[in-house]
Each structure stands twice: as structure tokens, then as C-alpha cells.
């Protein structure tokens, strides 16, 4: 069992970074790929950026490509969304989640986190 707890997220005008964290607990951390997703309202949630248990493998959505960045520590069992150049289309709930990734294709899993509120302001 994993659970997972974002934080980082937050108010920032167009053109701004944010650092979004999702931290882990239990031991099998390192044994799951993990997504960022969003949500933003009236839409469907979109997996943004995934990564490889050992960090080798990475997904990025087209929206998003060039502009985040996922990373992971396992030591700290944490995962990393580094967003720079930020736009109001960006603004929405994001959601870190447990699965799985086979060759550049993530695998929603069925932990996820209760989600970070990103805003973009124009």
C-alpha cells in the first residue's frame, strides 16, 4: 500500500515556476512508476508527466513538453513537478499517482493523492 501527499501548489501569475512534491510512504515506493496528473473543472484528468521506477523512462503530455519536469528521489521516496513558464490553461488540480510504465507509456495505478491546487493568474 502507498499513500501519497502533494504540496507546493499555489497562486503564480503567466510566466511563473512552481515545484510541486509528492511524497510517499511505505517501503515499495521505488517499485511503483508515478504520474502527475491534472484536473481542471469540466475536464477530464490528464496524466501531464510520468517517470520510471528508476527514473530512466519519462512521459510528458504535448502541453506540457519542454515547460516541466518530472524527477524523483527514492531515498526520500519523493517525486518532483518542476513547472516553469506557466500559462492559465495550467490552472487545475494536480494529482500524483502510483502505477506502472511500459517502454513511454504510464499506467495509472490505484493510489493516488488528495491533489494541490495550481492557479495561474494572466
Known amino acids: 500500500q502507498v499513500q501519497l501527499v502533494e504540496s507546493g501548489g499555489g497562486l503564480v501569475q503567466a510566466g511563473g515556476s512552481l515545484r510541486l512534491s509528492c511524497a510517499a510512504s511505505g517501503r515499495t515506493f521505488n517499485r511503483y512508476a508515478m504520474g502527475w496528473f491534472r484536473q481542471a473543472p469540466g475536464k477530464e484528468r490528464e496524466c501531464v508527466a510520468a517517470i520510471s521506477w528508476s527514473g530512466d523512462r519519462l512521459y510528458y503530455a504535448d502541453s506540457t513538453k519542454g515547460r516541466f519536469t518530472i524527477s524523483r528521489d527514492n531515498a526520500k521516496n519523493t517525486v518532483y513537478l518542476q513547472m516553469n513558464s506557466l500559462k492559465p490553461d495550467d490552472t487545475a488540480v494536480y494529482y500524483c499517482?502510483?502505477?506502472?510504465?511500459?517502454?513511454?507509456?504510464?499506467?495509472?495505478?490505484?493510489?493516488w493523492g488528495q491533489g494541490t491546487q495550481v492557479t495561474v493568474s494572466s
Open positions: 499517482n502510483a502505477g506502472r510504465m511500459s517502454s513511454s507509456t504510464y499506467y495509472q495505478g490505484d493510489y
